[in-house]
């Protein structure tokens, strides 16, 4: 095996050239902020670095979304990556249950896998969905997509299966009830649920600007 930093090394020049044509929600700043948080993570929780880095950055390497639902791509691509290079199969199981596990819409499935570093990966990506750049991004997407940024005659919908959640671009702003403002509580990790606090609340603020905008209110301070 060449050692990890290589290795490491390696994997940014290969993610980053297979994203680079991505919309921006999925872009490589995206895995970028995705690994630096992870990065902090680990070290604040104690994980094993070395497996969040690598998972941090193949996790959405294929995301299925963009592959007719394939979810076996990204795995695929992710192992012959590492066996290249001689990681230890052990690891690789690792990092591969990791980003399989990962999305959020696969967490409406029941997922009987749970690890450290799953936790933090996972908190990574999540924080990167809430705050001003989760704000970002879900406008970005939903230009992607086509669909209004808001629509006050559709209600948000709390009780979507998994196949009606992918499918689903009623508007933006419901997108923040559906997702954003839920994922909070989902944090696993001490140090990912201080960082969620203030994004959240963010998110809030922007809201409240946002309806008092929509019913041409002045604000008052
Ligand atoms: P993940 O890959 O973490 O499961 P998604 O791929 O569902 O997340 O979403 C990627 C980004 O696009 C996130 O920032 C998410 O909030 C945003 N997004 C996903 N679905 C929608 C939607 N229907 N409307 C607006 N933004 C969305
Ligand atoms: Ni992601």
């Given at each position: 095996?060449?050692?990890?930093?290589?290795?490491?090394?390696?994997?940014?020049?290969?993610?980053?050239?297979?994203?680079?044509?991505?919309?921006?929600?999925?872009?490589?700043?995206?895995?970028?902020?995705?690994?630096?948080?992870?990065?902090?993570?680990?070290?604040?929780?104690?994980?094993?670095?070395?497996?969040?880095?690598?998972?941090?950055?193949?996790?959405?390497?294929?995301?299925?979304?963009?592959?007719?639902?394939?979810?076996?791509?990204?795995?695929?691509?992710?192992?012959?990556?590492?066996?290249?290079?001689?990681?230890?199969?052990?690891?690789?199981?690792?990092?591969?249950?990791?980003?399989?596990?990962?999305?959020?819409?696969?967490?409406?499935?029941?997922?009987?896998?749970?690890?450290?570093?799953?936790?933090v990966v996972q908190d990574a990506?999540?924080?990167?969905?809430?705050?001003?750049?989760g704000i970002a991004r879900a406008?970005?997407?939903?230009?992607?997509?086509?669909?209004?940024?808001?629509?006050?005659?559709?209600?948000?919908?709390?009780?979507?299966?998994?196949?009606?959640?992918?499918?689903?671009?009623?508007?933006?702003?419901?997108?923040?009830?559906?997702?954003?403002?839920?994922?909070?509580?989902?944090?696993?990790?001490?140090?990912?649920?201080?960082?969620?606090?203030?994004?959240?609340?963010?998110?809030?603020d922007f809201l409240k600007q946002?309806?008092?905008?929509?019913?041409?209110?002045?604000?008052?301070?």
């Amino acid at each position: 095996m060449l050692n990890k930093k290589e290795i490491i090394k390696l994997a940014i020049v290969f993610v980053k050239n297979k994203l680079s044509k991505n919309e921006s929600g999925h872009d490589w700043w995206h895995t970028n902020r995705v690994y630096n948080m992870a990065i902090y993570l680990a070290r604040k929780e104690k994980a094993d670095l070395f497996i969040c880095q690598m998972a941090a950055l193949f996790h959405d390497i294929a995301d299925p979304k963009f592959h007719n639902g394939d979810e076996n791509i990204g795995p695929k691509i992710t192992s012959d990556f590492l066996k290249k290079y001689g990681v230890d199969s052990y690891s690789i199981i690792h990092i591969i249950k990791i980003i399989s596990s990962m999305s959020f819409s696969k967490s409406k499935d029941k997922i009987d896998f749970f690890s450290l570093e799953f936790a933090v990966v996972q908190d990574a990506d999540r924080l990167d969905a809430i705050g001003a750049i989760g704000i970002a991004r879900a406008f970005s997407y939903g230009g992607y997509k086509k669909s209004p940024f808001y629509d006050p005659e559709i209600k948000p919908n709390l009780k979507m299966t998994k196949v009606e959640y992918r499918k689903n671009n009623a508007s933006v702003i419901n997108h923040f009830y559906e997702k954003l403002l839920l994922l909070k509580d989902r944090m696993n990790t001490k140090s990912a649920k201080k960082i969620a606090k203030k994004r959240h609340q963010f998110m809030l603020d922007f809201l409240k600007q946002f309806y008092s905008e929509w019913q041409n209110k002045i604000l008052t301070k």
